[in-house]
């Protein structure tokens, strides 16, 4: 056979090695595309599970816990004064001083790390390390001698019994501190800053960051209904009528209504999701969580677990011989060395230009050896499950709109893989409009420092509350 027969014979047979390769991939990574049907399968279920957790009878063995916040109506704006304002429950603790004055927010702040031993360790150690922090930053700031109110972002699954009075339930996020689970942090805090004696504060609201978000945004946008966080964990919070909420034993004055912590990311913690969950997220909560069988949609859709999810699926690419001609890299095989981070840069990428795909597989996870292909491979894993997970957290935006029922609804969301993800807003936002009641308006806005500002506005407001309840003698 002369050459000039040869080359199409080749070029047909590696067209035909790419269409397996192509086959073989799709095979594998199918499970993560979820169909419109799965999808309103998954928003029947979310709308059912949070019925129960709303209802007295069913909410101790509800899988949504529900929680009302006590926090029942949104800023109006004449909110002012000075607060102290914590933040914890994502990758750093934060603390804050806030000054609101009408629509003006200034505020200055202190990031603190929270080193693992803590993160792992005794109740006292954690809110003895939480005071010192206080401490250090009122010095700081030479406000040492000042009384200040504080407000706590506390953004764990929390039964409050009251604004200022709020119980872990338990941890999820990776912490694991002893001591904590069932105790009121309030307490726990309160005790801290009292054993120290160099500061005075008072804790007077504890919100979760949605709560944080939802309000911040309310500030500017009195539409603004719903709370979403998407970040190192993922959850909502949304205003409910307090007739649908038979687990509310506060006061009944009006407004008749209450925000709900729904703890979303426990949903399908009692196998309701299992039709939906793949061998790999299996895989990722038995052994790369430090909490197996909880948070499972949480587990599907956050910043803590993405990474890992792409990881699994290009370690079982590489296994079949399908990425990197079957060579892995010490780094891609250690658990936990894929970050979610890594997913926003590769999808960052221009089309068909692999300037960031690369760059994480040579310098960030030492891959010297692939091709195009690969880097196209890679690529499509990440964005399959980066967009699962906002198709997932669209279903639960979509149930939430529809509980509220107003025709037009801001949801303010938050959360570093929502922020730094270059289409997961987009992708949220055509996916909701699909899920969505017909005749409801919605808007996805960014909340800026919900944490922090959200805290200040709530601790705000319990002040002016607990004045007026002093001067009428109630207290
Ligand atoms: C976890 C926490 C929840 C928090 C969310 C986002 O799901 O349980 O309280 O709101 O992470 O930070």
Known sequence: MTSGMMAPLDRFRSWVKRRVKQWKVERIVEELKLSDVQLRKVMQLLDDEMNKGLCKGTNPNAAIKMFPTYVRSIPDGTEEGNYLALDLGGTNFRVLLIRLNGSE????????LVPNFIMTGTAEE??????????????????ADQKLPLGFTFSFPCKQEGLARARLSQWTKGFKVSGVEGEDIVRLLHEAIERRDDIDVECVAVINDTVGAQISCAHEDRNCQIGLILGTGSNACY????????????DERAPRQVIINTEWGAFGDNGVLDFIRTQYDQELDAKFSVNPGKQLYEKMMSGMYLGELARLYLERLVNEGLLFEGQSSDLLSTPGRFYTKYISEIESDKRDDFKNTKSVLEY????????NADCHYVQYVCSLVSSRAAHLASCGCAVL???VARPSVTIAVDGSLYRFH?????IMEQKVSQLVNKGLKFKIMLSHDGSGKGAALVAAVA?????EQKRNGLI
């Open 105 to 112: 927010v200034s505020m200055r702040s202190k990031i603190f």
């Open 126 to 143: 954690l809110f003895d390390h939480i005071a010192e922090c206080i401490s250090k930053f009122m010095h700081e700031e030479g406000i």
């Open 239 to 250: 205003m409910e009528q307090l007739d649908k909420v038979e687990t509310w034993d506060g």
């Open 364 to 371: 960030d996870l030492g891959i010297e050896n692939y091709s």
């Open 401 to 403: 709109l529809n509980r």
């Open 422 to 426: 270059p289409k997961f807003g987009d």
């Open 463 to 467: 002040c002016r509350i607990r004045d």
